[in-house]
T-cell receptor, first 115, second 113 residues
């Protein structure tokens, strides 16, 4: 158990809908990262927040947005969902703001299925 | 696009044998990390090697890094059935104005009892 929690575990929805994925980092970790894992694209970095502020951006679509709240939990919002958005979405956390030199601790993921 | 490329894509061995996975990358890096993922679950950090290091050990794991060839290898010695998982290399790099971890496509390792 990494100490990172994600809810829900599974999410099934229809095209065009909007969903919110939630992540709670390990106690004491200030950075949260979001990743998307799909069969064709592999594991893609989406976005990083550090202590409430956006720190780094990856291949995140404009239909997707995220935020980190004062209690450090984070939410990833996916809107106008398409079939291709079906994937595993992982959240990870680390102590500091360096997503490169810090160990990242991954949550169990949310499996999103868009029908 | 993916930065690290693992080789082989899949590896099947018997318990007790050694498993070697390779990773190649394209641009300069700050460090290289190896992660493990059991089927459909979250990734677990295994080891980090900095760009100025050539070799690192952790238990049954040995990682090497050759920055001149832009490649790394992960050796698991005396493998066990519990080592069955996918293994990913991730390169830490500065790209697009940010520091990011870029993951490869992974090697699926199956260790048979």
């Amino acid at each position: 158990d990494s100490g990172v929690t994600q809810t829900p575990k599974h999410l099934i929805t229809a095209t065009g809908q909007r969903v919110t994925l939630r992540c709670s980092p390990r106690s004491g970790d200030l950075s949260v990262y979001w990743y998307q894992q799909s069969l064709d694209q592999g594991l893609q970095f989406l976005i990083q927040y550090y202590n409430g502020e956006e720190r780094a951006k990856g291949n995140i679509l404009e239909r997707f947005s995220a935020q980190q709240f004062p209690d450090l939990h984070s939410e990833l919002n996916l809107s106008s969902l398409e079939l291709g958005d079906s994937a595993l979405y992982f959240c990870a956390s680390s102590r500091r703001d360096s997503g490169v030199t810090d160990t990242q601790y991954f949550g169990p993921g949310t499996r999103l299925t868009v029908l | 696009s993916q930065q690290g490329e693992e080789d082989p894509q899949a590896l099947s061995i018997q318990e007790g044998e050694n498993a070697t996975m390779n990773c190649s990358y394209k641009t300069s890096i700050n460090n290289l990390q190896w992660y493990r993922q059991n089927s459909g679950r979250g990734l677990v950090h295994l080891i980090l090697i900095r760009s100025n290091e050539r070799e690192k050990h952790s238990g049954r794991l040995r990682v090497t890094l050759d920055t001149s060839k832009k490649s790394s290898s992960l050796l698991i010695t005396a493998s066990r059935a519990a080592d069955t998982a996918s293994y990913f290399c991730a390169t830490g790099q500065f790209s697009g104005g940010y520091n990011k971890l870029i993951f490869g496509a992974g090697t699926r390792l199956a260790v048979h009892p």
